[in-house]
Structures are given as C-alpha cells and as structure tokens.
C-alpha cells in the first residue's frame, strides 16, 4: 500500500530550517517537516528556577503549543480554557529533556535557556519537527552568549534530532504525516544524538499490540532519518 | 524631532498583507505592519453561541495573543499561567467588535466566524494590525462560504481597518513603532469604515491629559492612515 | 424622541457624592449618579508593586465589582466563577488609569493607593460613576495621609470625573441610563480633568459606525456634563 | 470585665432592617447589627439545580462575601485571586442550611431563591447578621412570587434569624463584636426558629476547650437573644 | 426502630487504630470506625506559615481527601475539577483546629506538622474518624521530634477524639453510618478532650429544627463515645 | 555493583495482588511492587463521554494520583494547588491507553469504566505497578457486569502488565526501586500483554544517551519480568 504522494517507507519529508525567522529572541527558528511548520524560539535568561540556585549550573526548558487553527478543525485556545492540556505538558516534558542531552549544563553556568516551540500548521509530527528545530534555535542562542562574553565557549555536546515512525497497514513507515498517523497501529517517536545514540523512545500501539521485530524495523528507519535531518541541522548552521 | 527611519509624523510603514499563509482554516492572512507581523486565521463553524440559539442570525469572535517571545524579553505564556491577562481581554474584544461591524450578522445565518489574532512578532501596533489582517481574513472566509454554497452572497458591509496614533514630543504622529508607543504621551487606537465612519475611538493619555486639539489632529491623522490601509487591504484581495 | 422622564439631551442624572459612607476605609464614597450607585473605598498600603520597587515613587490602582443582584438578573458571582470577566478587567484598568492622571506619583512616595468600586446597584453608566465617586474616595484618602503626617501636601494635581455620552435615535444624549444604554447606536465614555482637558475617550459603535460630527456632538455635551460634575465633587469637599 | 460601650452581657447590639435598599432584587435588605451591615438580596428563579430536576421541589441557595474593605485592612478581592476561600464557603453553605430550614420546598415548587449576602462593613457576627437579614428578604420575595401569580402561597414556614455568643474573660456574652470576636475564648453561632427550636449549633474553642456549663449558658443567651431579634424581623415586615 | 446490625443507641462502631500505616512519615495512622477507613498522616516541617514566622510558635494544620471511588458511587476528584469543594475546605478547617487544642504551640517551636487524612473507604463519620486518627499520628510525630532531640519534650496537652451523634427517628443515636446519617433529622459532631471539655460542637438540623433536650441527649451519647475512643487511642500509643 | 537486599539484575521485587481491598468499587485492588502500595479501584458507568457518544462502543480511561504523603517528603496536594501537574497527566494518560488495549471496546458496550490508581506509598515504579494492579481491577469490575447481566461475556482480551527497566552503573536491572531509579542512567517502562507483545515502551536518557544493544538488554528483562508479573496477577484471580 503506498504512501502519499508515492513516498518511500523509509523516506523523510522535505526538512527545511530557517533561521532568524523573528527578530528579538536569541535563536529564532522556523522548521518544516512537509506541511508541518514550527517556530521555535530560544530565549536567554541570566538566572536559574528555585531548585538550582547556588549549585552552579545551568537549565534548559521548553513550552509548546500550537496556535488554535493549526490544526485542520479549530482547537480551543489553552489560554483561554485556563490550563495546558495533558497531551501539551507531556510534548513539552518531552522537547526539554531532549535539548538538556544536548547541553553541558555545568558549562552553561547559572543561566536558563526557555525554548519555545509554537505550532503555526500541523500535519503530523509536531513533538518530533519541534525537537529538531529547537535544537538550532538553541546552538543560536548558546553562540549568542559566546558572543556576547557571557561562556568562553559553547557548551553544546552534540546536536540532536527527532523523528517519527509507526506501523501502518503492516509495514513500517519513517516521519508520518497526518493521515498516515491518525490511522497508524503503532507511532514511535525517537530522539537521538549526532553519534547515534538514543535519548528518548516513546512507542505506543494504538491499535494492535507490536511485535519486537517491528519494534526493531521501527528503530532502524529512526536511525535512517534521524541521520539525514541532523544533515539538514548541521548545513543550516554553516 | 524626527522619528526612526526618517518618517513622516503621517507616514504609515509598509504594510504587508500575505493571504494564504496557513493551509487549514477558511481565511489565513499572514499582516505586517513593519516589523509587526500577526498571523490572522478565520475558522467558520455551523453553530451559534447559546444566547444566540433560535434568533436566526450569526456571530464573528476573536482570539488575540502574543507567542512568548514576539516581544524584546520573554513574556509567560498565558495558557502556562492560567489565564488571559486583562490587556489580551480587552483587545479580544476590541478586535471582535470591530469585525461585527464589518458583517451582516442576519445574512451571515446560524454561522460563527472565530478570528484567531496570534502575534509573531510585536513593534507596537499589534491590535490595529490584528483588525486590519482580520479583516481580509473575514472576507476570505465569507467568500469560502459563498463557494461551499453556505451562503448565497457574502454578508460583507465593508471594509474595516485600524491604526493607531499618539502623540509623542508635542506632535501628532501615525502608525507608532515600540518605540515611540512607549515613549508617546498620548496613544489612541482608531477603527473606521472605508467611507469613513468611525467604529471604536480608544485614545488614553499615558501621562499628560491632552487637549480637543490635539484629539482633532490626532483623528485627522488615522483618516489618512486608514485610507491607505484600506488600499493594501483591497489590493490583496483582488 | 424624549428621553426618561422627559429628561433634556445634555441634562445629567441628580449626582450624589455621600462621603464617609463606611468606617474602615480611609476614604469611602457612596456616588449615585440617578439610580446608579456605586461605594468606592480607597486603602492606603505603605508598599508599592515589586515593578515599582526602589524607584521612589508610589502607586494608584483600582478594581471593580458589581454585587450579583445589582442588575436587572442575577449575574453569576465572579468570585464562584473563579475568574474575573473582560468587562470587569477593563473597566478597572479604566479607573485606574484614570486616577494615576489625578496624582503626583512622585510626591506620592513609596505608598499604594487602591481604590474598589463595588456597583450595589446598576443603572447605566457605573464605570463613568465609579471614576467620579473614586476621585472623592482618593482625595479623602490623600489627606488622610496628610493628617498622619505620611505626606507633607496632598500630591493631588487636579480633579477628574467622568460621563457617558452617546447617540440614541440619531441624537447625541449625555449620561445614558441603562434602557438608553442597551439601545444607543454608538456609546462613548470621556474621562476629563477639571480643567477640561481629557485623560480617556472610549467611543464604540454599537449599531452602526458614526460619523466625525458625531463624535464632535458627543464631546461637546461631555464636557459640559463633566464640568457639572467637577461641581459636585468639590461642594462634597467643602 | 466591661464590654465595649458598657454593654450588658445578654445584650444585643441595635440591630436595623432596611426593606427595599436596592430595587432590582425580588428582597432586598440593608441588615445592621451595630457597625455590622450587610446586604442581602433574595434573587427569584424559575428552574432548578439539576439534581432537583422533575422532583417538584424547589430549592434556596446562599451566596456570601466581603467587600475588599469592608474590613479593618483591605482583604485581596476573592474573584481576582481566583476563588472563594474556605471561610467563605463555609458561611455561605451555613446561610443555606438556616434559609431552607424556614421553607416548604415542596411548596414552593420547581423555583430556585437564591440569596446573595455582601457585607458592606465588618464588625463580627457577618453570619449571624446575615441570616437574620437573608431571612426577611426571603419573605419578600416569597410574597413577590405570590403577588405575581407564581404561588398562591407563601411556603414560608416560620422565621429562621441567627446570633453569635461566646466565652470572653470567662464570661458568657451575647453578640460579639469585632474586638470581643477575635479575643474570645470560645465562640459560637446558634440559629434558631421562632419556636425557639434548633437549626445550627456551631461553637469552637479558639483558646481552652469550654465546659458543659459554659455551653448551656451561651445557649440560654442566643435563646434571648434570638427572640428579640425576630421581633425586630417581624417588625420590619408589618 | 432498630440500627443495623442492632446497634444499641449508644454504642460506638469497633474502632481499631493501626500505627506505621506507611513507612514515609513520622506519623501514619491507619484509622477504622467500623467501614469507614481513614489514612492519617502527620508530615513534621523545620519552618511555619508567613503569618507566624519569627513568633516564636509552632503550627498544626491538616488536610482532608477522599479518595475518587471511597464512596458508593464514585465522586470527581477534585485535583481535576482544580479545586477543593466547600464540604472539603470546611472539614480540613474543623480538623486543624481540633489538632491545635491538643499541642502546645509556643512549645513546639518554629515547626509545622501537617496532619494529611485521606479516606480510603467512607461509611459515616469520616471527619470525626479523621480527627481521631489524626490525633495519634500527631502523638507519633511528637515524640518522633523528641526522639531526633528537635524537642526535649513532647508538647502534647491532651488526647483529642471526635465522634458523631444524632436524631433518628426521634431517637439520639451515637456514632452513625452512612445509612444513618443520610436519614437522620440531625446530625451534630462533637471533639471533646479526654478530661471531657468541648473543643467543637456542629449540629445541624437536616430535616426539622431540634429542641433543647435533643441537644442534651446527643451531648450525652457524645461525651460516652468519645470516652471509649479515648481508650483505644491509648490502647494503640502503649 | 550490587542492588538494595543484594536483587539479581533481573530480579523482580515480591508482587502481591490483594483484590476486593476497598468494598465499593466493582473492582479494588492493592497492589505492592516490594514497598511501593497503590489502590486501584474500578468504577462501571452506564454512560460513554461525549465524542463517543451513540458509536456503540465503551470507553476505559484512568486517573492516577499520589497521597501528599506517599514520598520521602511531602508533595503538595494536586487539589489544594488547583491543579495536576504534567507527570500526573502523563501516567494517567499511559495507564488509560494501556488498559484500552486489554478490552474489545466494542463488546463493552456504551459503558465507560475509570480506574483510579491511588498511590498510598511510593518506592519506584509507581505507574507500572499501577497498570499491573489496576489490569486485575479491570478485570474484576468486567466480571462484576457479567455478573449483572450488563454483558453477556467478558470483552477482556488479555491480561496486560508493566515493569520498570533501567541502565544503572553500566548495568541493565528490572523494576527499579526508588534509590536506583533516582541515580540511573536511563529509565524505561514497558507495558506488555500476555502473549508477549508490546504495548508501550517508554525510555528517557536521564543522563548520557543509552545504545541500541542497552535497549534490547532493557527489553529482554522488562519480557522476563513481565512474564513473571502475569503469573501473579493469574493467580490473584484464579
């Protein structure tokens, strides 16, 4: 069964990263998966939440949300309805600790550095385009410092990237768009590192229980991926 | 005393109207006032609010907000905590009382249009370029109405646009930047029709009171400005 | 077309400031204007808001409230609902921004002011009220300070008052009670300092827009009826 | 040990109902206990809550609160903090209890009275005030709703009205104010009938727990003290 | 008429007090008044409330949940509805206060204990089973201060238990269960110290009002059960 | 280096399963992961939420709360700060999928069951220990409806169960108790069926990123435990 516009399963969606999109923030990054756009923007702060002060590092954090008519029916505004839904906190939870795998937090000193990943227009794999976009937001914005004398150098450890996969109709599939992932058995977001290593895995069987061979195909079309979007990461930022 | 960039005290910036910008909702309109940029989306959905139930007629709303770091430092994201400040409120409503006057609610049917206002990036005047945007989305969303068969014809009156003057060092000035905003004395926001009738008059003197003179030059000034407003709002839809 | 009581266009409601109205407050207004009533109390706090903190000057702020039966139905109560509306956050920024205009913030030192105007019973124009009972309440209060040697003078720079004005049946009416209120086509409200010069206009077509002859009919019978006000406030000073 | 303005210990503060203090509510009632005034307003609905739906009963319900500076210092307002407080809530669920013990629900069919209760100055026993006020502007409405046609009855049962006693200096004393309130022993609020039967009893120790003794002789003073008051309830409806 | 499980009037449910409920806490209290089951923790903390500090004195305060499905039908959680129900706060408020009539406050120094009582099972009774397992865990986090040298001796003044009384079917009935309770004309709670002093007394007339000599009655049955809880409080302590 | 209690790596902790703990709930479940203790109780509504409503099919869905005391410190409690906080909606957002796996939704029926995992004390693994236990609940308030006459047979699918796996000094170990999990590398929890296949898989790099070989030695034992676990909740039911 073939996929939209006759896709390959392993093969990723046009990536494109544009940076200084906006402004006043100290990265400022638009990322695109397809149809899928992003802003994510890096804000430096020179202080650290209650719970490290004094101990000489560090944080980075991330907020997400997704403009009411991302989507293709409108969703309520979660500022007006008075709180973040459990979906948005747990995307969020997700994007900062995968930007803190990128950072030496020690290096960054008593310094916090919020992302914020906005969704202008979703078409699936927003948590996995906004990791991937916030991770040059944030090499901005740790260059900002350096620049700025703040750090002597960049305390980046390595650039990291996410992707999804799933299962669909049986076969494994690579950066699932919309309509493939709202009918999916099984969607599995990895974040990785440069090097290969794994930071996150978050699978879920929608449908259907899967299987461990699935659950291995799933990984290597991550790893795949995952390989051709730091590409695109590292030329951005040459 | 001269203003940023040379410009005249009655000189609007460019001003900038990108329809399309987003693919879901029925009317999306990307609008830059200089560096102002508001992305403004029209959502039409088949039912009326409850005290509207049964009186056969419809209704436009609005939604405003600012992204975190729209502004030169982050500011907390309303849906983080809890609840839409009092300054989002009033420009909601502000925003939606403008476009009713816009609309024949009674043609429009048992329909609601939601205007959703989201600033990507803020240089003072984002409430009157918020209207301005909404506006031509409004019109594009009635007109994607139109070709659904929803309606017969577009229940448009006229065009509604805004702009907002002050006066800053003693003179009357159109269309303030961040900077002159903060710095003006006197800030006043003003909605007209394209026959030049007047739908919201909101002038507020941040330090001095300021005279009936000053009231007169300062509305000569938006009828100019909105004048040419209206030219790049009609020329975007041809 | 007459009006209530065959009351004349330009003619004011009787205005009714009782001073000392409550005991706590350091000062405690009951303003009527007709069968509006309004109790404003203004505290005195010796600390100011932390944006304020060491820059040696004070504060006057306000909040507003109306009691759930002051209207024609009961409204829900805003504390049960568990937040304020658009309208009452407005309406207080309003006040407050109307009674900053009256003082030297300066001379004020590092003290906050905060005024409430609870509505017992609504009849059209209670922000317009609120503002005038509010002054009184705020001078009662500064002087107060003086006569506990807080202060050496009043930092008091002029008095300010406020009415609505609109048009109704094509005709421009000063002080609207509610039944003309619910029905006027446009409805403004003019804050202005003794001396006649203006701290806010807030003007809304309701119905349709209004035309800049209007809008000049409509200052002019504000700035009578404010003027008669003024007169009330300083005989309930006397 | 005297008490304030050599009042004897059985004694009663003046205690003032003023019918009709505002003139949109169905009861309105100005009630004053000494300094304690507090308003209440009976407010007439024509349906029910939902667990009551298609019972053929109808219910009354309580709502209380302070002004902000109804008090010695200005309290935060409960609708800008975003909730009513435990205080709060427990009074007005205690004014509830008290009202429906004097009403034939039954009788009174599917309507719903709400009686809203502000205290417009402070000076101990809101509570108790505001149930003897409550309860006569419940009268009112009840005969509103039989003048209009809704009832042919009143369903009133009998009068329902509330006092405050307590153990000061080891001395039982009848209708606390403020500074005998917050420096008692113990403190009690009793709500009687005007058959002098019981509807709440609720005393606390705030220092040394209180003896049997002491009970029952702040229960023979609320019992005089009651009657007098329903004479002035009863007075106040002639 | 009978009781369940033919109850006699006066007698109290088999009461059993577990210690060591949960290993976290320096005081956990697992308390069973028949099927009502209560989880009492008792949290010691090395500073007090905003209001106290540099007082010199300690704090006692509690709070009270039941769990979602503790009950016959299952009840929302109030962590997801976003707050605290009035019976709640009202509850958590008599607990507290209960707590501090047993401790010596200025003896406890600048700690606070905080007494958690969680409802595992409800059957009648929870808030007055609350206060009588919350008194042991108290008893345990004293002398667990004691026994880490942060006291040098306990600052207990006095046992504290609490039982239920009421009127059913015309008769005072001691200790009632849910059954009971949802049935009886009156329903009084009554803490008493162990040397038989009141610290509060709450009845509340459900149905018709109560007489003097009902009162009596229920204040008797109260003092006897509160008696024989005293001794299985002990019972557990040695 | 070795575990607390010397613990093979692949050592389970002794789970124990006690059913019909609480006496309301359809189903109710203690279960105990070595010292962490959750109540899972499972509630049978005759009603489905509204975007399911008239599909002919029912719905599972969980809450997940911890008792303030259940940790080493206290945590605030969830209702008091108004308020569940992002890893309470996370977990009880992973239990509702996971159950939903174990139940053929359309042979519910339009019934809706919550679960509702309490944790009364916490020592690691709180939300895998929670899926375990409230599977049984599942299954017991399942049977309860046959019972009933509510279904004719059970819709249960297959047992589901979930265990803690992890990377700590190097090594991979299953069900990691709280001082493991607080200082491992890499964290992961898996959710399996009984028949071997997987239904969530959950792994986060606390520190360094973990390789592909520690996921599939994380993988293995989190198989062996779970095929373990399965054992106890069979017996549990036989």
């Known amino acids: 069964m073939s996929r939209p516009n006759d896709r390959a399963p392993a093969a990723v969606r046009p990536v494109t990263i544009t940076r200084h999109f906006t402004k006043h923030a100290e990265g400022s990054v638009l990322v695109e998966f397809g149809n899928t756009r992003v802003l994510c923007t890096a804000s430096v702060d020179t202080c650290v939440p209650r719970f490290l002060k004094g101990k000489g590092q560090g944080w980075v954090t991330a907020e997400y949300g997704m403009l009411p008519r991302s989507t293709h029916s409108r969703m309520n505004r979660e500022a007006a309805s008075g709180k973040q839904g459990g979906r948005t906190l747990e995307i969020q939870r997700l994007i900062a600790r995968s930007l803190r795998a990128a950072v030496d937090l020690t290096a960054l000193g008593e310094h916090t ?19 991937t976009g916030a991770c040059v937001a944030l090499v901005d914005a740790l260059n900002w410092m350096v620049g700025k004398g703040m750090l002597k150098q960049s305390p980046l450890k390595q650039m990291v990237a996410a992707v999804s996969v799933g299962i669909h109709n049986g076969q494994a599939i690579c950066d699932l768009e919309y309509v493939e992932d709202s009918a999916a058995e099984t969607d599995m977001n990895v974040v990785m590192t440069e090097d290969g290593r794994l930071i996150e895995v978050q699978g879920t069987a929608e449908g259907e229980p899967f299987t461990h061979e699935e659950l291995l195909a799933m990984l290597a079309l991550a790893k795949d991926g995952i390989d051709q979007i730091i590409e695109v990461q590292k030329a951005s930022l040459e």
């Open 113 to 131: 550095i919020t992302v914020d990943c906005d969704v202008l227009q979703a078409d699936g794999g927003t948590r996995t385009a906004s990791i």
